[in-house]
């Protein structure tokens, strides 16, 4: 096909946007790696510590984020997996934020790179 000019000639094909695609990717690699681990939280909290769904999701929820735990614990096992469960979400949730603000980082690098072409 020639290179038709005019208000008959097709656009070019959109380009795939890796930007946007690679962030996609990071944001449902973080919400599963949070999500999974909210679930373990949860699961413990009630399972362990015996509290009900409502109280062990908050409780996973706050210690997840950061903000420490809301119900009181009574028994040595509960008080063992708030300890293991508070390290581990300390980590999850630096990992998470490390994958999802990757790609940003790696667009802004690209953005202030000099090509090795440019030095030429």
């Not at 380009?15 to 690679?22: A, D, K, Q, T």
Request: avoid cysteine; charge should be positive.
């Amino acid at each position: 096909m020639s290179d038709v000019v005019g208000p008959l000639a097709k656009p070019p094909p959109r380009r795939h946007r890796p930007f946007y695609h690679r962030f996609l990717l990071a944001f449902g690699l973080a919400t599963g790696l949070i999500g999974l681990s909210l679930g373990l939280g949860v699961l413990g909290y009630h399972f362990v510590a015996g509290l009900n769904w409502v109280d062990a999701l908050l409780n996973a929820a706050m210690i997840l984020t950061g903000m420490g735990p809301v119900n009181a614990l009574s028994s040595d096992a509960a008080k063992l997996f708030a300890s293991a469960y508070a390290l581990f979400s300390g980590v999850v949730f630096i990992s998470a934020t490390g994958i999802l603000l990757t790609p940003i980082f790696h667009r802004v690098l690209h953005r202030f790179h000099i090509e090795e072409r440019d030095l030429r």
